[in-house]
């Protein structure tokens, strides 16, 4: 079981807008930045979002992210096919003194 | 351009020993922390721990510690995650990762290599 919890599947038409959460607790999102990581089919993460929702450079506008409290958000307008996708949160834990994931979230394009 | 390359797949027997190596390049390997994350067949991925080739200081996850050792040579700029004594169960996609290099170990992993396959198997 992952120390933060993401819904284990989502699912949108082309074009729509779609949002991923990640609940955490005060040892981790409530007190340390939260990043996100696509991993798109067969390939290694990538960074998506970084220090809750600065983008890295290429990384396309149609990605945000947002915390609040001990939760935290991905979201994604203008779906794409291309963006069928795994996602992960993670997050320091001052507690483990370690990083922690969330379980991933599978992104479906319908 | 930064690059972390890793060590090819493996196929090992339960009880063997392992070591791959993840080889940074277009950097200074020896300013930023490298870590090392385990991705079991379908599943998510698991921070086992990390080193600051600078001064070789590692922390490990509590569920890696004692189980693998990572260690780093910085005259080649290369990390590594070894094993003494393979189990089925470390069969997995193992990835080197790179953190950003403002703060410290707390930093987001900007960087990734290709992975390596480890397969265990008797």
């Known amino acids: 079981q992952s120390v933060l919890t993401q819904p284990p599947s989502v699912s949108e038409a082309p074009r729509q807008r779609v949002t991923i959460s990640c609940s955490g607790s005060?040892?981790?999102?409530?007190?340390?930045?939260v990043n996100w990581y696509q991993q798109l089919p067969g390939k290694a993460p990538k960074l998506l979002i970084y220090?809750?929702?600065l983008l890295p450079s290429g990384v396309s506008d149609r990605f945000s992210g947002s915390k609040s409290g001990t939760s935290a958000s991905l979201a994604i307008s203008g779906l794409q096919s291309e963006d069928e996708a795994d996602y992960y949160c993670a997050a320091w834990d001052d507690r483990l003194n370690g990083w922690v994931f969330g379980g991933g979230t599978k992104l479906t394009v319908l | 351009e930064v690059q972390l390359v890793q060590s090819g797949a493996e196929v090992k027997k339960p009880g063997e020993s392992l070591k791959i190596s993840c080889k940074g390049s277009g950097y200074s390997f020896t300013s930023y922390w490298i870590g090392w994350v385990r991705q079991m067949p379908g599943k998510g991925l698991e921070w086992m721990g990390i080193?600051?080739?600078?001064?070789?200081?590692?922390r490990y996850s509590p569920s890696f510690q004692g189980q693998v050792t990572i260690s780093a040579d910085k005259s080649i700029s290369t990390a590594y995650l070894q094993w003494s004594s393979l189990k089925a169960s470390d069969t997995a996609m193992y990835y080197c990762?790179?953190?950003?290099?403002?703060?410290?170990?707390?930093?987001?992993?900007?960087?990734w290599g290709q992975g390596t396959l480890v397969t265990v198997s008797s």
């Open positions: 080193i600051y080739p600078g001064d070789s200081d590692t």
């Open positions: 005060s040892s981790n999102i409530g007190n340390n930045a």
């Open positions: 220090y809750d929702d």
């Open positions: 990762v790179r953190h950003l290099g403002i703060v410290g170990a707390t930093d987001p992993f900007d960087y």
